[in-house]
């Protein structure tokens, strides 16, 4: 870590050199992808369309939900009816034929069973794996903890934020009493920054230390799922913060610190506030929100990430979708001429969701800090 002094000069020109040359790199992997994603999209498997049928009509609202939704095999792209996709693992328990590891490439994209199981197509269970008879009737659902796109995804930013930190760290070591460079240039203000506007001012000098490094887990997970979810191009793109149950984790993280971190004069304004009694009698309103308020907290946490990341996806996934529509409606001339138009709009979208990426990344940590910061907060 450098000093204060230090740190008016990681500020600096440099810095900004290697934010900009970050920056760009996103965005031009950005339009990359998004032109390839508009490019590569199988006309007969987008609108349904084949050859000597009547056109069919394009479902767009399957269509998003298909691209933002989780899935058993990392699709890549699709040229004509051929589909590029890296299968997942599968990992089943029955109760009636016991445990099942396989590859998703055994489903053949959904159409077929592979030793009693398959991925329900329609009804509640849609996407998800169910046991079926000779039949193709739905019998019960196993046990599932098979790798999706959300869990790899997960698992690659894992990899890749412990081998940035790393590096860093040796960097640092390598470099002590001297200015930083390259990538520690890069983290090491924003190290300082969580610790300096965030942790401090919540929780305070006496116990900021103790959360410091749960909060800096907490931030670069999040800002680091969120970045590579906006890159469409493998191994990123996975929308793994616009998973409600990754958001879940993350916000149950933060609840049961917080709980067990309680000192006596938290639980005091919980369950006894220093409110007038007739706040507390007959009827016990304020420790009556004061103790769900433990639950909606962390629930707030939860839905917010959920709903901002969820949104950008969805809308890029829309605008997308506008050429296909046009495509359907007017032919291939109207898909091509709103292309440029839907294309460019999705960039924008992306540039608009690199700014929410950091944005959600600081709220919920700012967040997380002052739940723990009400938790420890001496009585005055």
């Not at 009737?137 to 930013?157: M, N, R």
């Not at 005091?268 to 769900?292: G, H, Q, R, S």
């Not at 709903?307 to 296909?324: D, E, K, P, R, W």
Request: charged share 10%.
């Amino acid at each position: 870590m450098t000093t204060f002094a230090g740190v008016r000069q990681l500020l600096s020109v440099p810095i900004m050199n290697q934010a900009g040359k970050l920056l760009f790199l996103c965005l031009f992997l950005i339009f990359c992808g998004m032109v390839l994603h508009a490019a590569t999209q199988s006309p007969e498997n987008v609108t349904g369309t084949e050859t000597g049928h009547e056109a069919a009509s394009f479902d767009a609202g399957k269509y998003v939900v298909e691209h933002v939704s989780d899935a058993h095999e990392w699709h890549i792209v699709t040229f004509g009816k051929t589909h590029v996709s890296i299968p997942l693992p599968i990992l089943l328990y029955s109760k009636t034929s016991g445990l099942h590891l396989f590859l998703s490439s055994r489903f053949q994209h959904g159409h077929s069973a592979y030793k009693g199981f398959a991925i329900a197509t329609e009804g509640q269970e849609e996407g998800k794996i169910v046991e079926v008879n000779d039949a193709g009737e739905i019998i019960g659902k196993p046990f599932d903890l098979s790798i999706t796109k959300t869990v790899a995804g997960a698992l690659i930013s894992a990899v890749i934020l412990v081998l940035i930190l790393l590096a860093v760290a040796r960097s640092a070591v390598k470099s002590r009493g001297k200015a930083p460079s390259g990538l520690q240039n890069l983290i090491e203000p924003v190290i300082l920054f969580v610790r300096d506007e965030i942790a401090i001012p919540a929780i305070g000098k006496k116990n900021h230390e103790r959360f410091l490094p749960i909060l800096l887990s907490l931030f670069f997970i999040i800002l680091i799922n969120n970045l590579f979810g906006l890159i469409p191009v493998f191994p990123l793109g996975a929308n793994v913060t616009g998973n409600i149950s990754v958001t879940l984790v993350l916000a149950l993280i933060t609840f049961f610190i917080t709980t067990f971190s309680g000192n006596k004069h938290y639980w005091k304004e919980i369950f006894n506030p220093d409110v007038p009694w007739w706040m507390k009698f007959p009827v016990p309103l304020m420790p009556f929100v004061e103790f769900f308020g433990m639950f909606t907290k962390p629930f707030v946490l939860m839905v917010r990430l959920f709903a901002n990341m969820m949104a950008g996806h969805l809308i890029i996934t829309v605008f997308v979708s506008l050429i296909f529509i046009f495509g359907n409606l007017f032919g291939s001339a109207g898909g091509l001429l709103i292309s440029p138009v839907s294309v460019l709009f999705s960039v924008f979208i992306m540039i608009l969701d690199i700014l929410v990426s950091f944005i959600q990344a600081y709220v919920f940590t700012l967040l997380s800090a002052l739940y723990f910061g009400m938790a420890t907060v001496e009585h005055h």
